[in-house]
């Protein structure tokens, strides 16, 4: 599974409950963090460097947690490599479709996520008469990171990329960043009780296990496993914040050069 930093942790502890048999390898790029406010190109180029560094680990299964680097390179590297490889984006909006009563979904993402315009072909794709209203939300991942998740100027923010959607009458808002879990409790006080929020989180551990136990390659039950991490950014920080997105024992971490990752690459 790999990230653009620390908020994929919140897909890994997903799956960690999900999956308690499988092992995990998690990277996460810190030291390239944020992908928001990167190009499609740029975001490619790195998912592709990672995607090929974690394959040669042998992984059965390849989950791209990152929303941004979901939207730019899913097809891109299925279409590249010969690897069973799921992402965020469609999961959860096949769910935001079964949930949504009035066909009025909201998106809330980065800024290169929501340009991709990935959800809304996505949730299209599935019921061409829903009306999608999407929000681009820079800087929230980068302040969710930093740690402060209730300061005046995190609400404000919080609250500012809120209101757009809270005119257009959503009843379902796709949560469509690996950060934005973290201030699931902000964002339902200002949406209010009758909007459901969708976590890509579950959906994507959901899709994981099933694609595993349909392509007969799960572990046994019962078995213990193991996980571990890697990350190109500086490894005591990693741990420090990646903690409160991990919500489970953190250890193992190793440390990848950038370097490293850019000889690698998908042709
Ligand atoms: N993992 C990224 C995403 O889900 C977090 C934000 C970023 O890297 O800008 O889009």
Request: proline share 5%; net charge negative; charged share 20%.
């Amino acid at each position: 599974m790999f990230d653009s930093g620390v908020g994929g942790l919140t897909v890994l502890h997903e799956c960690l409950v999900a999956m308690p048999a499988e092992d995990f390898i998690y990277l996460g790029d810190s030291g390239r963090f944020p992908y928001g406010p990167r190009t499609p190109d740029e975001i490619r180029e790195f998912a592709g460097q990672i995607a090929s560094h974690l394959l040669a680990l042998d992984v059965k299964l390849l989950v791209v947690a990152c929303n941004s680097a979901t939207a730019a390179a899913l097809p891109w590297l299925q279409e590249r490599l010969d690897a069973a490889i799921i992402g965020a984006v469609f999961p959860e909006s096949e769910v935001a479709v079964q949930i949504t009563r009035n066909r009025r979904v909201g998106v809330m993402a980065t800024e290169a996520t929501i340009a991709s315009d990935s959800y809304r072909r996505a949730l299209l794709d599935m019921d061409a008469g829903i009306d999608v209203f999407s929000q681009p939300c820079p800087q929230l991942a980068a302040m969710i990171q930093n740690g402060d998740v209730s300061s005046p100027e995190m609400i404000e923010a919080v609250k500012s990329y809120a209101a757009p959607l809270k005119t257009t009458r959503v009843d379902t808002v796709i949560l469509g960043c690996t950060h934005y879990p973290l201030v699931t409790p902000m964002l339902q006080r200002i949406f209010g009780s009758s909007v459901t929020l969708v976590n890509p989180a579950r959906e994507i551990a959901q899709l994981a296990a099933a694609t595993l136990w349909r392509k007969g390659i799960q572990n046994r039950a019962g078995r213990e496993g193991k996980y571990s991490f890697l990350c190109t950014g500086d490894v005591e920080s990693f741990i420090k914040v990646g903690a409160r997105f991990l919500q489970m024992p953190f250890e193992n971490v190793s440390k990848v050069e950038i370097s490293g990752l850019e000889r690698m690459g998908v042709a």
